[in-house]
T-cell receptor, first 114, second 114 residues
Framework: QQQVKQSPQSLIVQKGGISIINCAYENTAFDYFPWYQQFPGKGPALLIAIRPDVSEKKEGRFTISFNKSAKQFSLHIMDSQPGDSATYFCAASRTSGATNKLIFGTGTLLAVQP | EPEVTQTPSHQVTQMGQEVILRCVPISNHLYFYWYRQILGQKVEFLVSFYNNEISEKSEIFDDQFSVERPDGSNFTLKIRSTKLEDSAMYFC????????????FGPGTRLTVL
């Protein structure tokens, strides 16, 4: 129940295309869903996050779509650029808990080809 | 911009030796975390620390692990007797009180156990 499932494992997109990464969770107590971007040799960096009271959140070229009934959420990267090439992790957390620990998905390696 | 820092960036040790990984969280943050990432795998929660005590630990965080906040700025992870399977990237993260789940990660320490 603590798992967050992420797909695809890897993704190749042409420059200017749309990258879509999907995640699913089981624990309905989760109420905070961030996406982290990680470049090789670096720590994860928060990209965008959403709470389940909204169905979509957009920040620049990055959009999270959230489907509470299906317990799924996805990251859309519009106009993908070579600089977006990185590993993307979805995560989930229960902010009412004592720790707010993050449960991460397995990651998606995105390669944007010029 | 404030950031989480970690030292050393790379630690090589012999199996059975003790290692201490150091972190300086963002100065006004109150929640501290250690995560690890085995090469090519997802980021896994190890332990959370708040108000000078462990608030939650995972099943990975056994008796060989300990954490400490020895002064007002440092947060350390000690592994008493390292095993080969402890080889991983170890990330420190911190979070402010009231910030909705937003954890800021350090650049990580790569631990190699020979």
């Amino acid at each position: 129940q603590q798992q967050v499932k992420q797909s695809p494992q890897s993704l190749i997109v042409q420059k200017g295309g749309i990258s879509i990464i999907n995640c699913a969770y089981e624990n309905t107590a989760f109420d905070y869903f961030p996406w982290y971007q990680q470049f090789p040799g670096k720590g994860p960096a928060l990209l965008i996050a959403i709470r389940p009271d909204v169905s979509e959140k957009k920040e620049g070229r990055f959009t999270i779509s959230f489907n509470k009934s299906a317990k799924q959420f996805s990251l859309h990267i519009m106009d993908s650029q070579p600089g977006d090439s990185a590993t993307y992790f979805c995560a989930a957390s229960r902010t009412s808990g004592a720790t707010n620990k993050l449960i991460f998905g397995t990651g998606t390696l995105l390669a944007v080809q010029p | 911009e404030p950031e989480v820092t970690q030292t050393p960036s790379h630690q090589v040790t012999q199996m059975g030796q003790e290692v201490i990984l150091r972190c300086v969280p963002i100065s006004n943050h109150l929640y501290f975390y250690w995560y690890r990432q085995i090469l090519g795998q997802k980021v896994e929660f190890l332990v959370s620390f708040y108000n000078n005590e462990i608030s939650e630990k995972s099943e990975i965080f056994d008796d060989q692990f300990s954490v400490e906040r020895p002064d007002g700025s440092n947060f350390t992870l000690k592994i008493r007797s390292t095993k080969l399977e402890d080889s991983a990237m170890y990330f420190c993260a911190s979070k402010n009180l009231g910030a909705e789940g937003e954890q800021f990660f350090g650049p990580g320490t790569r631990l190699t156990v020979l």
